[in-house]
């Protein structure tokens, strides 16, 4: 994976930074008015640093964890190699959940 090549299957995802060590992950989404909760998938480590930066923090995720993160967060769509270069942050929606990854451990 050093060339930023993923195996089959497998998508890279933006998130917030976290406190090293934290072992939390909060993923980046959006709502999108007439759409929706939307989650940006990249196809692979260049697109998302094409698309975002080169200090997106990413984590990678194959279609057990791209379902578990729709159950959990019941996102509405998917959109691939998005540009979201410039695009503000915005402000915390208290309906976006925060933290998927905690939410999910049994």
Do not use: K
Not at 34 to 48: A, D, E, F, Q, T
Not at 93 to 99: A, C, F, G, I
């Amino acid at each position: 994976m050093t060339d930023g090549n993923l195996p089959g299957g497998v998508v890279v995802v933006p998130i917030h930074a976290r406190p090293s060590g934290s072992g939390v992950a909060q993923i980046e989404m959006r709502t999108v008015p007439g759409v929706g909760l939307v989650l940006p998938v990249y196809s692979s480590i260049g697109s998302l640093v094409a698309c975002c930066s080169e200090i997106q923090p990413w984590m990678a995720l194959d279609a057990d964890g791209l379902n578990e993160v729709r159950r959990v967060t019941e996102f509405d769509v998917i959109v691939r190699d998005v540009d979201l270069r410039g695009e503000a942050d915005e402000p915390d929606d208290p309906s976006t959940p925060q933290s998927w990854l905690e939410e999910a451990r049994p």
